[in-house]
Each structure stands twice: as structure tokens, then as C-alpha cells.
């Protein structure tokens, strides 16, 4: 499953497939890096959506889950990644 998130969120950030299947990748990996129990299918999801960036309600949405998560290694993991962003 950890590779799998990673391909889909690299096929569909490189815009590929319609509007409306990116739009459904989108969802779904924010639902994975939002609510799943495993912290590393959490993380997976989180670190693909970054392919995502340029779009502002995917930043907002990252930050959110962010701001929720609970698992300390998991926030530390979250914290690297949006830290590489907002110092890009």
C-alpha cells in the first residue's frame, strides 16, 4: 500500500488523467493522510500530497492535518516536510 499511494499521488500531481480524477486523488490521499490508523499509510499520503503544493487548498489542507495529528514521530515526520516547503 506504501508504494501504491506514492505512485498514484506522483501519476496524478504530474496532471495526469482529467480534472476530475486528480480532483479524486486529491480527496482521497487527504482522507489517508487525515484519518488512517497506520501512521506510515498517514505519512505516505501526506508526503504525496506535497506533488500537490501549488494548490493552495492542499497546503491549507496539509497544515490542518498537521495541526491534528496526535503521534508525536508523526508530527515530527509531518513538521520536516512542511518546514522544506515554507523554507523553499
Same mark, same amino acid.
Given at each position: /500500500? *506504501?508504494? &501504491? &499511494?506514492?505512485?498514484? +499521488?506522483? *501519476? !496524478?500531481?504530474?496532471?495526469?488523467?482529467?480534472?476530475?480524477?486528480? =480532483?479524486?486523488?486529491?480527496?482521497?490521499? @487527504?482522507?489517508?493522510? +487525515?484519518?488512517?490508523?497506520?501512521?506510515? &499509510? #498517514?505519512?505516505? =499520503? !501526506?508526503?504525496?500530497?506535497? +506533488? !500537490?503544493?501549488?494548490?493552495?487548498?492542499? /497546503?491549507?489542507? @496539509?497544515?490542518? &492535518?498537521?495541526?491534528?495529528?496526535?503521534?508525536?514521530? =508523526? #508530527?515530527?515526520? /509531518?513538521?520536516?516536510?512542511? +518546514? /522544506?516547503?515554507?523554507?523553499?
Amino acid at each position: /500500500m *506504501y508504494y &501504491i &499511494i506514492g505512485y498514484v +499521488g506522483e *501519476y !496524478f500531481a504530474k496532471e495526469l488523467g482529467t480534472e476530475q480524477e486528480q =480532483a479524486e486523488a486529491k480527496a482521497r490521499l @487527504l482522507a489517508l493522510a +487525515g484519518t488512517h490508523q497506520a501512521n506510515y &499509510i #498517514r505519512l505516505t =499520503a !501526506f508526503q504525496s500530497l506535497f +506533488g !500537490f503544493v501549488e494548490d493552495e487548498e492542499v /497546503m491549507r489542507a @496539509l497544515k490542518k &492535518i498537521f495541526e491534528a495529528e496526535e503521534d508525536p514521530l =508523526a #508530527r515530527q515526520y /509531518m513538521a520536516f516536510f512542511l +518546514g /522544506m516547503f515554507e523554507d523553499a
